[in-house]
């Protein structure tokens, strides 16, 4: 479409009735029953290659897709829209930013879609620009969507367009009113440099999470059974999302002790990746590449010691500060006594999200104190770190989004 065309209808869309959130809500509900029926099984297993062979609920894959259309439902969007766009004051009106541009992220399946849904219940037209490695199940989605209820086809634009396609990231720009940019600093970077002065950019880069754990935590008689959750939860989410846990602090200064952990943890993460189904090879060549590279740096650098199994490893790493992760099933543990916690964190709080807590009952009031302080934004169990709520959704990194996708006006 030329951009003098897109341009005139914005414009056209922008001058007509607003878009209703019932419209949208209605939509997404059949949306949803739709994917939850099964009756898109063979879209998403050619783009997610998941295996639809095995026994129900066997597939982590298709069951990671049917909970994501779980958050298309009516009563999730209708939770949301009370929760995040509440009655306004008297005097008070809520209006939509007006054209959202969302600028995707690769690392979960139909985020992007999800990004654009969000835009469209707070009332925006959505241009959405896909993410490089995108595999269509985004486009597939909002095609659907915008099939199931026409009056949502003025509201979506989908672009498969490069990043390093400047002049075309820059006229996308200069129709948006506001930016959600999904990624990392350099995608954040990229995107500041392309918004005018007075585009709303609005920033969900990536987050770091991780679990902590008191040596009464470990030792006590919920403690392994914590720590199993924990290695699910990594094996489950490959560690990709910015729930995904990259490693575990541990309350101790105690070399002997870290050793100690890092290698009975190694334990606990081959015997659970042993109950899953081997990955194609591949993934687990280049998972293999990945540990040996590491191992060969800590023997050259020092700094840091890699425990090796057959299918995951453990990184005993001696500076403190919080990174990703190998992933896959590789983690590492770090030493970070309590009161280290704050001097460590803070440096890094604009990156942290959520911290999974492995400590006595008597700890964990204070743990999640110090750890709200150094700018986490969710403190949970270990088995909790990417599970959603009764209710169907949580704040990004600890905001409303469709509180920024709106302006009040009075």
Same mark, same amino acid.
């Given at each position: 479409?030329?951009y003098?065309?897109?341009?005139?209808?914005? &414009?056209?869309?922008?001058?007509?009735?607003?878009?209703?959130?019932? !419209?949208?809500? %209605?939509?997404?509900e059949?949306?949803?029953?739709?994917?939850?029926?099964g009756k898109?099984?063979?879209?998403?297993? +050619?783009?997610?290659?998941?295996?639809?062979?095995r026994?129900?609920?066997?597939?982590?894959?298709?069951?990671?897709?049917?909970?994501?259309?779980?958050?298309?439902s009516?009563?999730?969007?209708?939770e949301?829209l009370?929760?995040e766009?509440?009655?306004s004051?008297?005097?008070?009106?809520?209006?939509?930013?007006?054209?959202?541009l969302?600028v995707? &992220?690769?690392?979960?399946?139909?985020?992007?879609?999800?990004? +654009?849904?969000?835009?469209?219940?707070?009332?925006?037209?959505?241009?959405?620009?896909?993410?490089?490695?995108?595999?269509?199940?985004s486009? =597939?989605?909002?095609?659907?969507? &915008?099939a199931?209820?026409?009056?949502?086809?003025?509201?979506l634009?989908? =672009?498969?367009?490069?990043?390093?396609?400047?002049? &075309?990231?820059?006229? @996308?720009a200069?129709?948006?009113? /506001?930016?959600a940019?999904?990624? %990392?600093?350099?995608a954040?970077?990229?995107v500041?440099?392309?918004?005018?002065?007075?585009?709303?950019?609005i920033?969900w880069?990536?987050k770091?999470?991780?679990?902590?754990? !008191?040596?009464?935590?470990?030792?006590?008689?919920?403690? %392994?059974?914590?720590?199993?959750?924990?290695?699910?939860?990594?094996?489950?989410?490959?560690?990709?999302?910015c729930?995904?846990?990259? /490693?575990?602090?541990?309350?101790?200064?105690? #070399?002997?002790?870290?050793? #100690? =952990?890092?290698k009975?943890f190694l #334990?606990i993460?081959?015997?659970e990746?042993?109950?899953?189904?081997? +990955?194609?090879?591949g993934?687990r060549?280049?998972?293999?590449?990945?540990?040996?590279?590491?191992?060969?740096?800590?023997?050259?650098?020092?700094?840091?010691?890699? =425990?090796?199994?057959?299918?995951?490893?453990?990184?005993?790493?001696?500076?403190?500060?919080? #990174?990703?992760? @190998?992933?896959? /099933?590789?983690?590492?543990?770090?030493?970070?006594?309590?009161?280290?916690?704050?001097?460590? @964190?803070?440096?890094?709080?604009?990156?942290?999200?959520?911290?999974?807590?492995?400590?006595?009952?008597?700890?964990r009031?204070?743990l999640a104190?110090?750890?709200?302080?150094?700018?986490?934004?969710?403190?949970?169990?270990? %088995?909790?770190?990417?599970?959603?709520?009764?209710?169907?959704?949580?704040?990004?990194?600890g905001?409303?989004?469709?509180?920024?996708?709106?302006k009040?006006? !009075?």
């Open positions: 479409m030329k003098e065309v897109l341009k005139a209808r914005l &414009a056209r869309t922008l001058a007509g009735p607003p878009l209703e959130a019932e !419209t949208v809500v %209605g939509a997404c059949i949306l949803a029953r739709e994917i939850l029926d898109y099984d063979q879209v998403l297993e +050619a783009a997610l290659g998941a295996e639809m062979d026994p129900q609920g066997a597939n982590p894959v298709m069951a990671q897709a049917r909970r994501a259309a779980s958050l298309l009516r009563p999730c969007l209708e949301r009370r929760w766009l509440p009655p004051p008297e005097g008070v009106r809520r209006y939509p930013l007006g054209v959202l969302h995707g &992220a690769g690392n979960m399946e139909g985020l992007p879609a999800y990004s +654009a849904v969000e835009g469209l219940l707070a009332g925006n037209i959505n241009l959405l620009k896909l993410p490089e490695n995108d595999n269509g199940i486009s =597939f989605l909002l095609r659907r969507l &915008a199931i209820e026409p009056r949502l086809r003025p509201y634009y989908v =672009f498969r367009i490069s990043s390093a396609d400047r002049a &075309a990231m820059k006229r @996308l200069g129709l948006a009113d /506001g930016i940019v999904w990624g %990392g600093d350099g954040v970077r990229g500041r440099e392309l918004a005018g002065p007075s585009v709303k950019l920033e880069g990536h770091i999470s991780f679990a902590y754990a !008191t040596l009464k935590g470990v030792r006590g008689q919920n403690g %392994g059974r914590q720590l199993r959750l924990l290695a699910r939860h990594m094996l489950d989410t490959g560690q990709v999302l729930s995904s846990c990259q /490693g575990i602090y541990l309350d101790t200064k105690d #070399e002997t002790e870290l050793e #100690e =952990f890092a009975s #334990e993460l081959e015997a990746a042993l109950l899953r189904p081997a +990955a194609d090879p993934a060549a280049r998972n293999t590449l990945r540990v040996q590279c590491s191992s060969l740096e800590a023997a050259a650098y020092g700094g840091k010691r890699v =425990f090796a199994g057959t299918l995951a490893s453990v990184t005993l790493e001696r500076d403190p500060r919080p #990174e990703v992760s @190998l992933m896959y /099933g590789n983690c590492w543990v770090k030493s970070l006594p309590r009161p280290e916690m704050l001097p460590v @964190l803070r440096d890094n709080s604009g990156y942290l999200q959520t911290v999974a807590l492995i400590c006595g009952e008597e700890e009031e204070m104190h110090l750890f709200w302080r150094a700018g986490a934004v969710r403190v949970c169990s270990a %088995g909790d770190m990417s599970a959603l709520p009764e209710h169907g959704f949580q704040p990004h990194d905001e409303f989004p469709l509180r920024r996708y709106s009040y006006v !009075t």
